[in-house]
């Protein structure tokens, strides 16, 4: 992990633990080494952040493209992320996630595709199933609560609303099965065990 990650890692999560009470929860389930993929469940644009704070290790984010465009911060998310086109992630970037993943990188993935207003579950994407089979990488459901009211969409204020990050079991893609499934079913566990 680079002194400029942990610098920001460190940061952040001083800001979280005092202003939004910051609770991680089973953050060990969380290979220490090798290619891991993180799927998360998204809920505003603090997720990010709030993931990066609860991990051990330096991440990899997949990140829409429209964020490598944004003068301000298109400098720090093209550090720590790789672009993604909704709806049509190109060939190359699949490519270069799965190649950080068998070099022992771990990625963080959004695969609803896009922001669940009110922290509800939407579609899990396909593309963390690809990539999972083609790198053969552990896949860690992460669920997170709190942040939607933190930062609400469409709110520019954030708001001292408490944030939890919960980890589960480890997942494997199995052969003739949908790994998007048993993602969305890691969720559903993870959301009903509360704070």
């Not at 610098?7 to 090798?34: C, I, M, Q, S, T």
């Not at 997170?144 to 709110?155: C, D, F």
């Not at 099965?177 to 009903?192: H, M, N, R």
């Amino acid at each position: 992990m680079s002194s400029c990650y942990r610098v920001f890692r460190f940061v952040f999560y001083v800001w979280f633990k005092l202003y939004n009470r910051l609770g991680v929860f089973h953050a060990d389930k969380v290979p220490g080494e090798g290619g891991v993929i993180v799927v998360s469940n998204h809920a505003s644009y603090l997720d990010p952040l709030a993931i990066a704070t609860a991990l051990k290790r330096r991440a990899t984010f997949m990140a829409k493209e429209g964020l490598f465009k944004i003068p301000l911060i298109r400098t720090f998310v093209a550090s720590y992320s790789l672009p993604v086109r909704r709806g049509s992630p190109r060939p190359s970037t699949i490519k270069q996630a799965v190649g950080r993943l068998r070099q022992g990188g771990l990625i963080v993935m959004f695969p609803q595709g896009t922001r669940a207003i009110g922290g509800d579950a939407v579609d899990v994407k396909r593309g963390v199933d690809i990539i999972a089979r083609m790198s053969g990488a552990s896949i860690v459901p992460v669920f997170i609560r709190g942040t939607e009211k933190a930062l609400p969409a469409g709110s520019k204020l954030l708001r001292p609303a408490k944030i939890t990050v919960r980890f589960g079991d480890p997942l494997k893609a199995e052969e003739g099965e949908d790994i998007s499934v048993k993602v969305q079913e890691a969720w559903d566990i993870l959301k009903g065990q509360g704070d």
